[in-house]
Nanobody, 115 residues
Framework: QVQLVESGGGLVQPGGSLRLSCAASGFTFSFYSMRWYRQAPGKEREWVASISSISTNGNYTDSVKGRFTISRDNAKNTMYLQMNSLKPEDTAVYYC????????WGQGTQVTVSS
């Protein structure tokens, strides 16, 4: 059974940090590129960051460049998103996505940036 389970979300003040995790099971994680998406209330889901199956380098949407870092540990079947200097506009449900032969989605984790 394929599972992607996000964790690490929560409430944080502006300027703070969070580290999201996405734990994968049921498929060959190292064969898949991985992505983070987010969806704010009343808005469409948007791509945030991605990392290829073997790369250590990520790609980012402009609004998070220099603040967010995507990484993965293929030995642990886990992807991460380190989020620094968080802003209220980063508030959203964050989803992880695995893209390869198939596309898999997690259930999402809520990130709220508010004072």
């Amino acid at each position: 059974q394929v599972q992607l389970v996000e964790s690490g979300g929560g409430l944080v003040q502006p300027g703070g940090s969070l580290r999201l995790s996405c734990a994968a099971s049921g498929f060959t994680f190292s064969f898949y590129s991985m992505r983070w998406y987010r969806q704010a209330p009343g808005k469409e889901r948007e791509w945030v960051a991605s990392i290829s199956s073997i790369s250590t380098n990520g790609n980012y949407t402009d609004s998070v460049k220099g603040r967010f870092t995507i990484s993965r540990d293929n030995a642990k079947n886990t992807m991460y998103l380190q989020m620094n200097s968080l802003k209220p506009e980063d508030t959203a449900v964050y989803y992880c996505n695995a893209l390869g032969r198939n596309s898999y989605w997690g259930q999402g984790t809520q990130v709220t940036v508010s004072s």
